[in-house]
């Protein structure tokens, strides 16, 4: 699914990842943990070729994307990664339906289809009532999960997610957790987490640690 092979980057002096070698499969939920200044929200960036590594690859499958150009690379990342941050980063201005079609409206999909499988996700999430309402009108726990319908409109390989409970409380991050596997259970959905969150790492499939820019 996802492969990463002898991975360096550094910013200026500072030599931030020394050689990451990692292999993601297909419908696996993976915890990502270390001290802050570990390298892990960098090696996530990486993953989600937001980031390009000084040297080494990233492969998709057989992709080999830190290969790609900026305008492949865009469109590859639209269509096969789903991203949930921290802080949500909803449109305040737009509905929980026009903050999930997003992903679906830069690919070019038409908006009948797009709002359809829209509530199909807010539905499942137990959204179905705030279709129409505002970021600013939901509660924290409700914003989060609009950031994961918006992650799986385009049905992504994998969804990474950096520190994603990191802003709940704790029954809110306990159902989110929760709703992690059931997504992997339902769709096949891989997952790459970093996370604090002791609880939720040891009940992944697998718990890496990072220390100093290499996996321990």
């Known amino acids: 699914m996802v492969r990463l092979e002898n991975i360096h980057k550094s910013f200026g002096s500072v030599q931030v990842l020394n050689g990451i070698d990692l292999k993601v499969e297909e419908s696996e939920v993976v915890s990502i ?32 994307v830190s290969s790609y150009g900026s305008r492949e690379l865009a469109r590859f990342r639209n269509q096969n990664i789903g991203f949930i941050f921290q802080f949500h980063h909803l449109l305040p201005e737009f509905t929980a339906l026009e903050n999930v079609c997003i992903p679906a409206y ?13 509530k199909q996700l807010l539905d499942y999430l137990g959204l179905s009532h705030r279709f129409e ?19 799986l409109m385009n049905q992504p390989m994998v969804i ?10 704790t ?9 992690f596997f059931d997504l992997r259970d339902e ?3 891989t997952f790459i987490i970093v996370t604090h969150n002791q609880e939720l790492a040891e009940s992944t499939d697998r718990k890496i640690v990072m220390r100093d820019g290499v996996l321990v």
């Open 33 to 64: 943990v270390g001290a802050s200044g570990a390298g892990k929200t960098t090696l996530l960036q990486i993953i989600g070729t937001l980031d390009k590594p000084d040297t080494g690859k990233v492969y998709y499958g057989n992709d080999p």
């Open 106 to 118: 830069i690919a070019k999909k038409g908006r009948v289809e797009s709002e359809e499988r829209a």
């Open 133 to 151: 309402h505002k970021p600013g009108q939901l509660s924290g726990g409700e914003q989060q999960r609009v950031a994961v319908a918006r992650a």
């Open 160 to 169: 990474l997610a950096d520190e994603p409970s990191g802003n709940l409380d």
């Open 171 to 179: 029954e809110n991050a306990n159902e989110l957790h929760k709703l």
């Open 187 to 189: 769709f096949r959905q």
